[in-house]
Every structure is written in structure tokens, then in C-alpha cells.
């Protein structure tokens, strides 16, 4: 192991932590990231039979791992669980992971309401109410880590997926802004941003995935930047640059491209 590797695993090292999306992909490889003894790993997901399974997965790396079935849809109900788990145990680290995405048929013309709703409250609404709740207790205590995964999708104005790019590009500035606020007192909030990802979430996306990484290289990217309080982390890095093109280009111009771009998604019975 690397001294980089060393430093992400164990320097800082969180005690109590918990994950929302602990039954996805990048949720559950960030729990087995963590897991180890003296841990205690609070796993929420809606899926119990996945959630079980990872929990299960923690139990034997020796941590302890309480998985809690909790619709993120739900925000007022995610709240209270959050305020119970608080009231159990001061969490040092809370990882906002889950996610929903959603690109329109092609032959569609616009996104639906109720899909974008759900897009609202799973990927933004939802996260940035419990990160500020997470921000009330760890300011109070002096210290603490809030990760939320944005996407790079948040950089660009995506016409298929307008709830999608908007709901992590709303997300990113959420996390860049309560980091500003909440550094001097101890506690820091990393975004991170990252492009394809071998999960379910992206498996149903027909045609290429470029730069894919795997959900253990995403959770070694994630909890590494969270680590060293970062604010944001962009991976690949070529990304990032694809970013800053994006900034640099004309609205007119880049729209005339996006439009171009052919993305299809398996519905998810089939995925
Ligand atoms: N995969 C990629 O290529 C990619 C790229 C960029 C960013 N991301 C982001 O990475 C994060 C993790 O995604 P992933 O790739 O691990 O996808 P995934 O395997 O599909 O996992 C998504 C997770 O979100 C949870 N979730 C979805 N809707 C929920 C709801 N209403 N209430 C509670 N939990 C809910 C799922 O829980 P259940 O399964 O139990 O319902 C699951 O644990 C997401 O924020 C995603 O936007 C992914």
C-alpha cells in the first residue's frame, strides 16, 4: 500500500460514518473502503436484500453496519431518520451518494414531470437537507466531513438530460458553497464529480462508456479526496478539461453540439 493509499485509509480516520446509496454501486464500495474494525457504518439504500448483502460484507471486514431502508424521495422522512441516527451516534463523516439519472427517449421531445421530480428530490433536494442538518452537529463539535457525488454531467447544458445535469450542477454549487461557509469551523465538504462509472446506473446507457472506472477506483478517488478536503474532484482528469472547454465555448455553438450527441437508456426493467 501506498503512502497515499495509507493516508486516504487511515489518517483522519472516520469512526462513525454514514452512506446514502449504500446499496448502489460507488455506495457500497465506498462502505467496503471504510469498513474495518472499531468502524461503524450507518447504510442506507431502499433495496434490502442489497443492502444486506454489503452490510454483511462490512460485518466481516469488522466494522459495524446498521442498514436502514430509507426513500430519499421522502425528504421530511429522511430528515427524521437522519436526527435519530445523530441522536444514536455523532457521525464524523456523511457521504451523500445516491443518485438517480434519466435521459429522454429519443423520441420524446421533453422529460416527465414525475421522473424529474424524483430526479429533484434524490439527487439535490433531498442530499442538501441532510448535509445542512450534518453541518449543524458537526459545527457544534468542531469537525467533520460531508462528500456528496455531483457528476460531470454538471458541467455541461445536456438537452437529454436536463434534470439530470441540472439537479448535480445544482448540487456542486450547494457543496462549493457550504465548504466556503463551513471551513473555518472545522468542518470541510468535498463534491465529487466523476464521469463513467461500471455500475448499474451507468450499464443501462447503450453505446460507449469512455474512461470508464470502476465503483473501487471511484471510492478510492472519493474517500482519498475527502482525506485531504478537497472541494472538488474531478475524475478522469480529461473531464475536467472537457469542463473548461464547455465554460470557453460560445452558448449558441455548444448547444449546436450537445444536440448532436446520441445517448440511449436501457428502461429500468431491463437494466
Ligand atoms: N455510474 C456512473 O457512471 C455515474 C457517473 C457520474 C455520477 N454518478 C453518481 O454516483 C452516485 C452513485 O451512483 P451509482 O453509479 O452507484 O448508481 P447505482 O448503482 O444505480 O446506485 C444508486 C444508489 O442510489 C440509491 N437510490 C436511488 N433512488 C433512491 C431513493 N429514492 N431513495 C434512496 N436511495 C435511492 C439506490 O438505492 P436502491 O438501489 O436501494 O434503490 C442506490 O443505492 C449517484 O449520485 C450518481 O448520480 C454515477
Do not use: C, M, W
Given at each position: 500500500m501506498s503512502r497515499h493509499d495509507r493516508f486516504a485509509k487511515?489518517?483522519?480516520?472516520?469512526?462513525t460514518i454514514l452512506i446514502t446509496g449504500a446499496s448502489g454501486g460507488v455506495g457500497a464500495a465506498l462502505a467496503q473502503f471504510y469498513a474495518s474494525p472499531g468502524q461503524t457504518l450507518y447504510l442506507w439504500g431502499r433495496n434490502n436484500a442489497r443492502l444486506e448483502a454489503i452490510a454483511k460484507i462490512c460485518r466481516e471486514q469488522g466494522a459495524q453496519a446498521i442498514p436502514r431502508i430509507v426513500d430519499l424521495c421522502d425528504a421530511p422522512a429522511a430528515l427524521a431518520a437522519f436526527r435519530e441516527t445523530e441522536k444514536e451516534t455523532a457521525l464524523d463523516l456523511v457521504i451523500l451518494g445516491a443518485g438517480v439519472s434519466d435521459i429522454r427517449a429519443a423520441d420524446e421531445k421533453t422529460e416527465f414531470p414525475e421522473i424529474v421530480l424524483d430526479t429533484a428530490m434524490v439527487n439535490y433536494a433531498t442530499p442538501m437537507t441532510l448535509a445542512t442538518e450534518a453541518a449543524r452537529h458537526m459545527v457544534k463539535r468542531g469537525y467533520g466531513a460531508i462528500g456528496l457525488i455531483g457528476s460531470v454531467a454538471a458541467f455541461h447544458d445536456l438537452p437529454f438530460a436536463t434534470a439530470y445535469s441540472s439537479s448535480k450542477a445544482g448540487l456542486t454549487r450547494f457543496a462549493t458553497a457550504l465548504h466556503a461557509s463551513l471551513k473555518p469551523h472545522g468542518v470541510s465538504v468535498t463534491i465529487a464529480a466523476p464521469?463513467?462509472?461500471?455500475t448499474a446506473m451507468s450499464r443501462r446507457l447503450e453505446g460507449a462508456r469512455p474512461f470508464l472506472v470502476s465503483p473501487e477506483k471511484a471510492a478510492f478517488l472519493i474517500a482519498s479526496a475527502i482525506a485531504h478536503k478537497k472541494t472538488v474532484v474531478i475524475f478522469p482528469k480529461l473531464f475536467a478539461f472537457l469542463k473548461l472547454v464547455d465554460a470557453l465555448t460560445p452558448r449558441r455553438w455548444a448547444h449546436a453540439l450537445l444536440r448532436c450527441v446520441k445517448v440511449k437508456q436501457k428502461p429500468l426493467a431491463e437494466s
Open positions: 487511515h489518517s483522519l480516520a472516520p469512526r464521469g463513467y462509472i461500471d
